[in-house]
């Protein structure tokens, strides 16, 4: 517990502290401390933003989990217009632009500076004395859009400036918002087992997150910057561009650290090169280099034509594309039943890769292209992920080629195939579809979920195959020996995989419910409601509302929820693995559980703990925590200063407890 003293100073003091401890972890990637002691300063300061509202200050780190609903954006007229870039395709094109700049200040030498191009969304990110004011997409340039509120939860951007920079009236910096791949790859995971569209490329991914209307949702996108300008800095303390971008790193911005200052147009063409070799290994998608003159002196006169600066250009990297066959289309079926396509290919070498297979995504998209089997498509691969087709050469399509016929029924176990209305995937209607299950048995038993090692495809196929595995509930009951039966799994492999089943028991209720693979729930989802819930029981009879009523659950998840719990087949398999052994709890609740089924509504401040310690001590109990007063409330503690809430609990007649009887009755139980 903190050493109590002045509130606004305490929270003063935690926003510095998180500033800098967010700088040390994002931007130098030396953290100093955990990240549990990040939580416990970021906590500590939410809960005194809670208590204190009038404390919540605009840069204060807690404004970086979003939540915020916009019903649109608000147009911004940028002071300097965003222009684009003139482009350069080969070493001849660049030697032409430095030409150019020796016609415009004949006599003078040029230095430049070379970044990479990233491909994400331009924005503008305004300062006024070291605070962010206002942040905008780039628009047409001339108009963007006020998305403040969705740029500070990047964790990159600073919300506060430091050292001399923060001391400057105005800075206007800009950067391109960009979702690296490994992150994209990794959002991709998570919206796929929510059941949610994933993203066709890493640009489209930050562009639709970055524009979100909440921006609890953006909060949620790993999204990442670099910046690449400043616009405007009154009063102006730079000489030259590189001067510029080494103090914004200095200010606690994130500048791309492959950026080189370059002493002639030779070392430029050079640079460009390396960066072109090196494209495939940046780990986020970049289309080219941005050659700039260094000096700002000379950048002035230089001026720019309306579309763009006369001091800079793009190098574009030659498109990563190749021409080639589709041999097949291929229908694959996902673990919620969804029937993906796949082209495969006639082998193609694209910048070094073999390239055979192009995701097609869904119907809508194979109609869109109009592919068919046997014609010549040109794909394209944009940096790490799956090569998609950009388009056919209808020129080359042979005569007997036929429109695609995407399949109505599952091609798997010949059920049919629906796609509900305003969805843009088609599934099989079959739950117990082998296809499905096999996909179901590698998700359950995958890492994040009951972390099943040696449970791979291989061992998948044949246990369903062999009718071994009808559900998840048959793994439990399969023994060693049946285990060694499979191909190619000796005694010891199958003596490790019937120990690694077992313990899978034991991994707790979140785990196990992202394991089940219920539509929406992934594994945040599946922790929130472990935690809000505590056990399998508690949340297999929690109404609609109820689940709607908790933080983070939506309407859409709060259905899926129930709809699961009412059918009978899942009762079933619930049923099976509770019998086979399987934790339904929480992990932290092992004691007694006198609070049990209990519900709890907590407002105003506590001063002897913080609301989320509160909300644990409930919880270990059993009872659960809500955050609005109906008639199934038990009690409401009412803390200080408890707002508007007392008249609804004084109405519906529900029992209080204040702080001091709220730690009796926890130390009695
Ligand atoms: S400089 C007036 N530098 O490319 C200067 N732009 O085609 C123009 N971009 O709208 C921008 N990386 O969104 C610059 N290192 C970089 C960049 C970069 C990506 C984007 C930017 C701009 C577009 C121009």
């Not at 390396?274 to 080219?288: I, K, S, T």
């Not at 089997?373 to 799956?386: F, L, N, P, S, Y």
């Not at 991994?507 to 929406?520: E, K, S, T, V």
């Not at 998840?557 to 399987?582: C, D, K, T, Y």
């Amino acid at each position: 517990m903190p050493v109590k003293k002045d509130p606004a100073a305490r929270a003063e003091e935690l926003r510095s502290l998180l500033h800098y401890h967010n700088y040390r972890y994002h931007i130098l990637n030396r953290p100093e401390i955990s990240d549990a002691e990040y939580d416990r300063l970021f906590n500590e300061l939410r809960e005194l933003e809670a208590t204190h509202p009038e404390l919540i200050a605009p840069d204060s780190p807690t404004q970086r989990v979003g939540g915020a609903v916009a019903e649109g954006f608000a147009s911004v007229q940028h002071r300097v217009p965003m222009l684009s870039l003139d482009n350069a395709y080969t070493a001849d094109e660049i030697r032409e632009f430095e030409a150019r700049l020796q016609r415009a200040l004949p006599g003078e030498t040029f230095t430049y500076v070379c970044e990479p191009k990233v491909d994400g969304l331009g924005v503008a990110l305004l300062y006024e004395k070291g605070r962010l004011g206002r942040g905008a997409t780039r628009g047409d340039g001339r108009l963007g859009e006020d998305i403040t509120q969705n740029l500070k939860t990047v964790r990159t951007i600073p919300l506060r400036l430091r050292g001399p920079l923060a001391d400057l009236d105005v800075l206007e910096v800009r950067g391109e918002v960009f979702m690296g791949h490994e992150a994209f790859e990794d959002l991709n995971r998570t919206l796929e087992a929510e059941g949610e569209e994933p993203f066709a490329n890493p640009r489209n991914a930050a562009a639709g997150s970055v524009r979100q209307k909440d921006s609890g949702i953006t909060a949620k996108r790993p999204l990442d910057i670099f910046v690449y300008a400043v616009s405007d800095a009154r009063p102006n303390p730079f000489a030259t561009h590189w001067d510029a971008m080494q103090a914004l790193g200095e200010a606690g911005f994130k500048i791309n650290p492959r950026s080189r200052r370059c002493a002639d147009i030779q070392a430029v063409i050079t640079t460009c090169a390396e960066l072109e070799r090196d494209r495939a290994n940046l780990g986020y998608d970049a289309d080219g280099v941005v050659i700039k003159v260094d000096s700002l002196d000379q950048q002035r006169p230089l001026g720019a034509t309306t579309h763009h600066p006369r001091w800079a250009v793009a190098y574009k990297f030659p498109a990563q594309q190749a021409t080639t066959v589709v041999r097949k289309i291929e229908i694959n079926v996902g673990r919620t039943g969804a029937l993906t396509p796949t082209a495969l290919l006639d082998p193609v070498e694209i910048a070094g890769a073999t390239i055979s297979r192009a995701t097609l995504h869904n119907a809508d998209e194979i109609e869109r292209l109009d592919v068919r089997e046997g014609d010549t498509v040109i794909v394209e691969r944009a940096g790490d992920v799956i090569p998609h087709i950009l388009r056919v050469v209808t020129e080359k399509r042979p005569p007997e080629a036929n429109s695609f016929a995407f399949p109505t029924t599952c091609p798997v176990c010949g059920a049919s195939a629906f796609r509900p209305e305003g969805e843009v995937v088609s599934r099989c209607a079959n739950s117990t579809c082998p296809a499905r299950l096999k996909e179901g048995l590698l998700h359950y038993g995958s890492r994040r979920a009951m972390d099943i090692e040696h449970l791979g495809e291989a061992v998948v196929e044949q246990l369903v195959d062999r009718g071994l595995v009808q559900t998840f509930a048959d793994l439990y009951g399969l023994s060693v020996a049946q285990l060694a039966e499979l191909d190619r799994l000796a005694e010891k492999s199958a003596t490790n995989l019937h120990t690694a089943i077992q313990a899978s028991k034991g991994r707790g209720l979140a785990p196990l419910l992202f394991a089940l693979g219920i539509r929406y729930v992934g594994e945040n989802v599946a922790r929130i409601l472990a935690t809000e819930f505590g056990s399998m029981e508690n949340l297999s009879h929690a109404t609609e509302e109820q689940l709607a009523a908790v933080h983070g659950i939506g309407p859409r998840i709060a259905a899926s929820v129930a709809l699961f719990f009412q059918q009978p087949e899942n009762r079933r398999l619930i049923a099976a693995l509770r019998e086979a052994g399987v934790k339904m709890e929480e992990a932290t609740s092992a004691g007694p559980r006198p609070l049990l089924g209990k519900i709890f509504v907590l407002t105003g401040g506590l001063t002897q703990m913080t609301r989320d310690e509160a909300k644990a001590a409930i919880q270990r109990l059993g009872g659960r925590v809500t955050s609005s007063v109906s008639k199934k409330t038990d009690y409401v503690i009412i803390g200080k200063d408890p707002g508007s809430k007392v008249e609804e609990v004084r109405r519906l007649g529900v029992t209080t407890l204040d702080e001091t009887e709220f730690l009796a009755l926890v130390q009695k139980s």
